[in-house]
C-alpha cells in the first residue's frame, strides 16, 4: 500500500507570502522556507512585520482570493487523485488555505493554524505538531504505508528524507544544491514518470 505526501506552496501554487509582498511592497515579506530553513525563526519574523505595518488576516485573505494554482498543477492532482492516496502536508495556515483548496478541488491537507486577535490582527501561530511533516510519514509507515513524498523547500527535507522514495519539485538553486541526493525537476511530467516508477512493483 502506497500513499503520497505533498508539499502545497511553491508545488501546487505560488507563494502565499511573496504574493502578500507583491501586493503590500514589504519586500521582507518575499522571504520563505525556500530561504530560512528553522520555520519558527521565518514566522516570528512575518508577525513582527505584520504588527509594524498592521496588516490584519483579512487583509491576506484578500491575497489569497486572487492566487491561481501553478499552471499544469490542477491537472497533475487530477491525475495523482485519480490513480493513488495524496495527503498534501503544509506549513500553510487554515485560515489561509480554503480559496487554495477549492480551486484545487479539495484534496486533504495537514496544515497549521493562526492566533487571530478580535480585530484581526494576526497575533500567533500554533503548529499542528512539531516536525509534523516528518512524523506524518513516521505515522503513515506505522499504519503500513509506504510513502512517496515530494516537495521544495528546506521545510520539506524532513518529509522527504524518511519518505520511501522523495523527490524535489521546483526548488531553489540553494536547496537543490544542498540536498543532491533528492532527485529535483521542474517538471510534472516528469514527476508523474518518477511517482509511477516509484510505485511499481
Known sequence: MHIICSDLEGVFVPEIWINVAKHTGIEALKLTTRDISDYDV???KRLTILKEHQLTLHDIQAVVK??????????????LRSEHQLIIVSDTFVEFAGPLMEKLGRPTLFCNSLVVAPDGAVTDYQLRQKDGKRKTVQAFHSLNYQVVAFGDSYNDINMLKEADASFLFRPPANVAKEFPEIRPTDDYNQLKGWIIDAIAP
Open 42 to 44: 521565518l514566522m516570528k
Open 66 to 79: 486572487k492566487i491561481d494554482p501553478l499552471d499544469g498543477a490542477a491537472e497533475f492532482l487530477g491525475w
